[in-house]
């Protein structure tokens, strides 16, 4: 009995100490959790140098918010000793995040401010927006978190919207609005108000009807005006009623000016077709009127239509923004095959508008063809040399070209003018209101030509 009493005895205290270490479980797992939770405590001295970090998992701390606000509040803090809350955006290992932080200061033995301890959630995860519908923030930011990172920095954003119409969730910054300010908005508070017609009008048709809902706005986000095309989508719940909205927004600006400049192009294009057509036309005329065969219609014809091609193609090499003058001459007297020797072209760089280039290119076409037939080109001692000039006219600068022939055989004026002098004179007279001087001296032809300043491009002179 003895022996027996001696062994319950014996067991009692393992009893006891088993009794006492059951409460270890439930603490055990307050530990786990405390370390699972997104939840960062640390502390500061009064220089805020971290003296203590406690985070999730006992791995080493991410970065903790410390921008211009978070600062100006420790310090206040550290002042005046009450404790005080704010918010700030960090990176965390997940990505940017959301955090929330309350600051309490810490006293010394003497009752003084020594440092502080903070407490940080990561509250992006777990915030519900204001007014959200529960069901609604916890699905949008699921869903919200899978694309986020294939749609940062796309021109596509993803939002959700209660039945309020507040952004619960939004992947990018819109309307020229960064996250931040748009969250727990309406439309009303961040859509300027002339384009909040059309979004709210897409908006109430897709609550009203429960059906998809696809259109285009434009909102000036105070950089310009951007273009937005949207497919708004009702958000329902488990139960099929709905609680929301989701919508794409893409951004399709470069789009919309794409199409207006293919507009433009096409409206320029009309017009300048049927000024061509007009040209072709009347030089068909003039043409058929001075030639005395159907041959030599053809043969002049056809080659004044390759003198406009020339001019042409020189405007689509430049997306008709003009013309160099060398160039042009240079088109149309190289295909003439004389030697160098025979044509001199030269002058300073200027550039010709699309109408002067056209009308000037036929000018030039004529007066080679006639030194080829008749003037200097039509030996091989014939020279001709074109220069050009810029000139005072009245208060604005002019070009001066001068064409002038010489060594050629003897010219005689003729008894009538055919359509070359006239393109020349009365064509570059009309079209480019230019002061046209054609002589046909015993020395051979001779040209002046002063084109003013309107029918002219950049460069100017002095501009480079």
Request: glycine residues 8%; charged residues 25%.
């Amino acid at each position: 009995m003895r022996q027996r009493r001696n062994q319950d005895e014996g067991a009692r205290p393992a009893a006891h100490a088993k009794r006492k270490a059951a409460p270890a479980a439930p603490e055990k797992q307050r530990v786990d959790a405390s370390r699972t939770a997104p939840v960062h405590v640390f502390s500061q001295d009064r220089t805020l140098q971290h003296t203590q970090v406690h985070s999730p998992r006992g791995d080493h701390p991410p970065p903790l918010p410390d921008g211009d606000e978070v600062l100006a509040a420790k310090r206040r803090v550290l002042e005046t000793g009450r404790p005080e809350d704010v918010e700030a955006h960090c990176m965390m290992p997940e990505g940017r995040a959301l955090v929330s932080l309350h600051i309490d200061p810490t006293f010394a033995p003497d009752h003084t401010v020594d440092g502080i301890m903070c407490v940080a959630i990561d509250v992006g995860r777990i915030r519900r927006p204001q007014n959200a519908q529960g069901p609604l923030a916890g699905q949008a930011a699921a869903t919200l978190r899978r694309y986020e990172a294939a749609l940062r920095g796309s021109n596509v954003t993803m939002s959700t919207q209660d039945r309020a119409l507040r952004y619960t969730a939004i992947s990018n910054p819109l309307f020229g609005r960064e996250v931040k300010d748009i969250l727990g908005r309406t439309d009303d508070e961040i859509v300027p108000a002339d384009s909040r017609p059309a979004i709210a009008a897409l908006k109430a048709a897709a609550l009203e009807s429960g059906q998809p809902r696809d259109g285009e706005v434009n909102v000036n986000d105070g950089a310009g005006i951007r273009w937005y095309d949207l497919h708004i989508e009702p958000w329902r719940d488990a139960g099929g009623a709905i609680v929301g909205l989701t919508c794409a927004a893409v951004d399709v600006t470069e789009r919309k000016e794409g199409e207006a400049h293919l507009r433009l192009l096409m409206r320029e294009l009309t017009h300048r077709s049927k000024n061509l057509l007009a040209v072709i036309q009347a030089m068909a005329r003039q043409t058929a009127r001075y030639s005395e065969s159907i041959d030599g219609f053809l043969e002049r014809f056809g080659a004044r239509l390759q003198a406009l091609a020339r001019s042409h193609d020189l405007l689509v090499q430049e997306e008709w923004h003009g013309v160099a003058l060398a160039e042009l001459v240079k088109s149309q007297l190289t295909y003439l095959d004389r030697t160098g020797a025979q044509i001199v072209a030269e002058g300073p760089a200027v550039m010709l508008r699309p109408e002067a280039a056209q009308s000037l290119g036929l000018a030039l076409h004529e007066l080679a063809m006639n030194a080829l037939r008749y003037g200097a080109l039509s030996t091989p001692a014939g020279k001709i040399s074109i220069v050009w000039a810029w000139r005072p006219a009245g208060e604005l600068p002019a070009v001066e070209i001068v064409w002038v022939e010489r060594d050629g055989p003897a010219v005689d004026a003729p008894a009538r003018r055919g359509f070359g002098s006239m393109v020349v004179e009365r064509n570059l007279a009309r079209a480019l209101e230019a002061d046209v001087d054609l002589t046909f001296g015993a020395d051979g032809v001779s040209c002046r030509i002063m084109v003013p300043l309107l029918h002219l491009a950049r460069p100017l002179p002095g501009e480079t």
